[in-house]
Every structure is written in structure tokens, then in C-alpha cells.
């Protein structure tokens, strides 16, 4: 039973007992104790002043006085106003950090038989260029967002939709069937995605050209672009491929096999994985007779021009196009097959996109059809709804191949990670093996952290020589106190100190000691509050403060030289408990963090 269950409880029987009113644990508010106050948490006694009739401060000082006098675990007490602060006794704490101690799950949920089924979908990039900076934060949420689910006790399904049709895979193709001259990843040493990526550039440059050529004749620059020869082999490109050509199909094919390649070499080094991962070339017919379903059911209208339309006015919202003229289909149409598919073969209670804050519209759109259609989370689909992630030098653009591209952003971080780690000393007497998987850790970890600590609702700019600081809000921070912390332990070990499973000395403990424990005794409810908001941000946050609290200890206090030997093993027990703490939390992240720095 946490303390603050017990004080709740010793708060209602001390209302009963000295007014002869019951109190529902719900009216009982218990806030952290403000700094500036003596004491570890505050009651608000506010909510009883009915059954006191007296003032709050004599309310307060009666509660006080009856808790001081019967319950265990609270040591003396102050009002301030109509505020109770209550300071809990040392055993108390000791017996929580026990508790914390035993756990070593503590803040993680086990998934039960019956637990409701979660998909998040995220990634979903173009197999016409590699993955880019906006990717690597839409990854880095998704994942950290599969973690905090999981560890409220969800089953969770990672999947990935694939865009794998459409003229802009025509371009790069096109533009490597004119310029490519048969070169292959094998052939240039490069990445399929690269490979392809810059052939979508290519393409990007010679259209760019023949349209100013146009111009240079006198055409506008609508009938320039209309007119682009390389733009109308791009979408003769398309048709064929809509038709089934075996050739069209088979360049696509085998493109296509290189960005996966790619793909899967970026998603492994940025430490993100799927359970499944549906492709748009599969989906885009099965949303197709979804829609005409729809149609046939009175849920949809077709306008005399054949296309297919959604009225949503009831809603507040306008008319929807699901289905062009022609037949073809729209990103609406090819969500509504990828949810069918999805459907099928999942027991899906609810589901998540993480797609940027530009679809906001659509994913309204989209919950409102799903829903119509029948599918019984559509209603309740959460759009996991995020900012855009740009650098100090301002925006970046695939087409015209100004995009931070993932894999050599990852490449830099981890360069400059060695680089300043040599620099502070942190890899001195390791091998060169070792050196390079921590400057791994620590360039990811930096990247990563940068990213997840700022809200996802928030556009941000990623900065790399700040991400980096061995100093403040960082992943090398956090990651640099565990390494302390994992060092302290080892030199314990070496000294012949065994750290007992439950501590019962009876030793007195600071204000600083508190307050570890009890930033540790909050983390469930941070994972939980992490789930319940979809806010990996509040989990990174709350990391960075266990270990700024955990450094001011460090800094006030000895640990391995403190003469009392029970004084010791408790702060080595509590330093423990912060270690797994961070590791957890780091984890959930998708962080790693090094036992040597």
C-alpha cells in the first residue's frame, strides 16, 4: 500500500472520529508539499470545513494532531493557511523503498489473457527515397508509444503501411530507366534507398529544366508543366502500371526490394522494428469495395460524373471525395482498405496512427467513415497527432534533395558523440570496440532523447551540438549519471558489501533521501499517465528530474565513504533503485544506456 493510500484512509478515519462525518477517499486531496514548506505532502483540508464548522487553520491543526497521534507513519506536521503538511516518519519511506526494491518491474503493468488489443501505425514512408529527419521523430514516437502502451498492460500490434504506388514512385523509376545506366546498390556501394532517393532528385532536375525550356518559348508555366515530356512518361509510367504491365511491374519490383533493403538497415539502427507491414499497392483496391459498399448502403453518394462522395455535413464537416471520376483512388480510399485488411486480421479494440499534425482534417474524416462503415474503433481511433521537426537551418525538401537524411544524421551523432566523449575523457582506458558502442549509445541516445523530451504536439527544432551536452535536459546526461551510479555498485561489489533484498536499520534520513524515494514512488503513475495522455514527453521529462534530484543527493551526500555501515547499504540500496529507474524509463524510450562511461 503506497503512503499516500494510507494517509487517505488515516485522513477519512480521523474526519469520523473527530467530527462523526464520513468522507469518500475522493474529497481527501494530497498534493506534493511546495518546497519552500516543511514536509513531504500536503493535505487540503478545505473539503471539510462543513463537518469541522471551525476555521481551516483549526481544522487543519486538529486533523494534524489526531494523525500525529495514530498513525505510524506520519512524524509531525505544520499548517500553513488551510494547507496540512504532513512530514512522513523514516521508516515509512524505507518500507516504500523496499516495496520498490522487491519489484523489479516497479511502473510496469503485466499484460493479462484479456487485455484489450492496441495498433499503432507509424513510419509509413515512400519507396521513393530514404527515410528523412521527419521520419526519424515519427519512428522514434511510434516506438516509444508501443513501449508506454505495453507497459500499461496492452497488447500491441506495430504495424507499418508502405507507400509503394503512385507517380512519385513512377519518377524515380523513370528517371533511373533514362539515367540510371543499369547501376544497382551492388554496382555504386550505395543504399538501395539512397539509390532510388536520388533518382527521384534526377527526375526532379530534368523536369525542373524541360519546363523552363517551355517557358523560354513562350508557354505559361501551367502549360509548361502540362506539356513536360518526362511528366507525361511518368504518368504513362502509371497507367501501365495500373494495368498490370509486366514490365512496368517488374522495374517496380525490383526497386522497390532495394529502398526495402535500405529500409531495414535504418530501422535497425534506430532500434525500431514491426509486427506487421501492410503495403498501399495491396490496399488501395480492398478500400475501393469498401467504398462501393458504402454506396450500396445509402452511407455514400455517386455524383453524376461517376465519382464517389462522403457527405459529412451532419458532422459539421463538408463533402468527402472517396473515389475519382476515372475510378481511381484517394489516401481516404486506401485507409479505409489498409483499416479492412487490418481488421481481419487483428482483434483490433482500438487503434493509432502517428501521422503529422498536417492530417488532422483527414483523421477526423477518416474516424467518421470507419465508423459508418462498421468498424467498431473507428469512433474512437486516436490520431497520435505530431509537429514538425526541423533544423537551425530552417526547412528541408526531398524533391530538390535538401532533406537531413536519417541515416547520416544518425552517422554524425554518433561521430560527434566519440568526438566530444575523447575530448571529456569519458572513453579513456576502453577498447576500441567498447569506445565505439558507447559513442553508439550516446549519439542515438542524444538524438532520441532531444526529440521524445519535447511534447509531440509541438513543432521543434533538433539541434545536434545541444542534444549532445554531457550538461542539463539530455540523453547523455541521464546516460552519464547511470554509468556513475553502475560504478558506485561495482566498487561496492569489489569492497565485499551485499545489499540486503528488504533494509531494516532504523537510521534517520535526509530531506534529499525523501524526496529520491519518493520521485521513484511516482514512476507507475508516469508510465500510466504516459499511456493514458499518448506523451512519451512526460516520461523523459520525468527521467531527467529522478536524475537531477539524484545528482544533488550525490552531490551533498557520501555514499561508498559514509562511516555508519547501515547509512551505507541504504543509500547503496536507494542508489539501486534509482539505476533501475532510469534504465526503465530510458528503455520504455527506446534508450539505451551504458554500464561505462
Excluded at 157 to 172: A, E, L, P, Q, Y
Aim: include cysteine.
Amino acid at each position: 500500500m503506497t503512503i499516500e493510500t494510507k494517509l487517505t484512509q488515516a485522513v477519512q478515519t480521523a474526519i469520523s472520529t473527530l467530527y462523526g462525518q464520513e468522507v469518500p477517499a475522493g474529497s481527501v486531496q494530497l498534493q506534493k508539499t511546495k518546497k519552500e514548506f516543511e514536509g513531504s505532502l500536503t493535505v487540503v483540508v478545505f473539503p471539510f470545513l462543513k463537518a469541522s464548522k471551525k476555521s481551516p487553520e483549526a481544522t487543519a491543526q486538529e486533523i494534524g494532531e489526531y494523525l500525529k497521534a495514530n498513525e505510524t507513519i506520519v512524524a509531525d506536521f505544520n499548517v500553513i493557511k488551510g494547507f496540512l503538511n504532513l512530514s512522513i516518519s523514516s521508516t515509512a519511506w524505507i518500507a516504500l523503498l523496499n516495496e520498490i526494491n522487491t519489484d523489479a518491474q516497479w511502473g510496469i503493468t503485466p499484460i493479462a489473457e484479456n487485455a484489450p488489443l492496441v495498433m499503432i501505425e507509424y513510419s509509413s514512408p515512400n519507396t521513393n527515397k530514404p527515410l528523412h529527419l521527419g521520419h526519424v521523430r515519427n519512428n522514434l514516437l511510434g516506438n516509444a508509444l508501443y513501449n508506454v502502451m505495453k507497459a500499461n498492460g496492452n497488447k500491441v500490434i506495430r504495424t507499418n503501411i508502405v507507400n509503394d504506388r503512385g507517380i512519385h514512385i513512377c519518377k524515380s523509376m523513370l528517371a533511373w530507366q533514362k539515367f540510371g545506366n543499369g547501376e544497382t546498390p551492388e554496382t555504386s556501394g550505395k543504399k538501395g534507398d539512397h539509390l532510388v532517393g536520388d533518382y527521384y532528385v534526377a527526375f526532379d532536375k530534368h523536369y525542373k529544366a524541360e519546363v523552363a525550356q517551355l517557358m523560354a518559348e513562350g508557354k505559361t508555366k501551367e502549360e509548361a508543366e502540362a506539356l513536360s515530356p518526362l511528366m507525361q512518361e511518368a504518368r504513362e509510367m502509371l497507367r501501365k502500371w495500373e494495368a498490370g504491365d509486366t514490365e512496368v511491374r517488374s522495374l517496380w519490383q525490383t526497386m522497390n526490394e532495394w529502398v526495402y533493403a535500405g529500409f531495414d538497415s535504418t530501422y535497425e539502427q534506430m532500434g525500431v522494428g514491426f509486427d506487421k507491414i501492410y503495403y498501399e499497392s495491396d490496399t488501395y483496391l480492398e478500400g475501393k469495395g469498401k467504398v462501393l459498399e458504402g454506396v450500396e448502403k445509402g452511407f455514400f453518394y455517386r455524383k453524376e460524373d461517376g465519382s464517389v462522395w462522403a457527405d459529412l455535413t451532419a458532422e459539421g464537416l463538408d463533402h468527402k471525395l472517396l473515389l475519382r471520376a476515372d475510378g481511381t483512388s484517394v489516401y481516404m480510399t486506401q485507409d479505409i482498405g489498409t483499416a479492412k485488411l487490418r481488421f481481419e486480421d487483428f482483434p483490433i479494440d482500438k487503434m493509432i496512427y502517428v501521422v503529422g499534425n498536417e492530417q488532422n482534417y483527414h483523421f477526423q474524416v477518416l474516424s467518421i467513415l470507419l465508423d459508418k462503415l462498421g468498424f467498431k474503433w473507428g469512433k474512437d481511433l486516436v490520431h497520435f497527432s505530431y509537429g514538425m521537426v526541423e533544423l537551425p537551418e530552417g526547412k528541408m525538401k526531398s524533391r530538390e534533395g535538401t532533406v537531413v537524411d536519417a541515416d547520416d544524421l544518425m552517422a554524425s551523432m554518433i561521430d560527434v558523440a566519440k568526438e566530444t566523449s575523447q575530448e571529456l575523457g569519458k572513453l579513456d582506458g576502453l577498447t576500441e570496440a567498447e569506445a565505439a558502442d558507447i559513442a553508439r549509445i550516446v549519439g542515438l541516445g542524444a538524438l532520441k532523447y532531444f526529440i521524445l523530451k519535447v511534447d509531440a504536439r509541438k513543432n521543434m527544432t533538433f539541434n545536434p551540438k545541444e542534444s549532445i551536452d554531457f550538461n542539463g535536459n539530455t540523453g547523455p546526461f541521464i546516460q552519464y549519471t547511470y554509468a556513475r551510479i553502475c560504478s558506485i555498485l561495482r566498487k561496492a561489489a569489489e569492497a565485499g558489501i551485499a545489499l540486503p533484498t528488504t533494509f531494516q536499520a532504523s537510521i534517520s534520513l535526509s530531506t534529499k533521501e525523501e524526496n529520491l524515494i519518493q520521485t521513484l514512488a511516482d514512476f507507475p503513475a508516469i508510465v500510466k499517465q504516459a499511456g493514458t495522455d499518448y506523451n512519451p514527453s512526460i516520461l523523459a521529462n520525468y527521467t531527467y528530474d529522478l536524475v537531477k534530484e539524484f545528482n544533488q543527493f550525490y552531490h551533498d551526500f557520501s555514499i561508498l565513504k559514509e562511516e555508519n555501515e547501515d547509512i551505507k547499504r541504504f543509500r547503496l540500496l536507494l542508489s539501486t533503485n534509482v539505476a533501475k529507474v532510469i534504465k526503465q524509463g530510458m528503455a520504455l524510450l527506446g534508450i539505451e544506456v551504458p554500464e561505462r562511461m
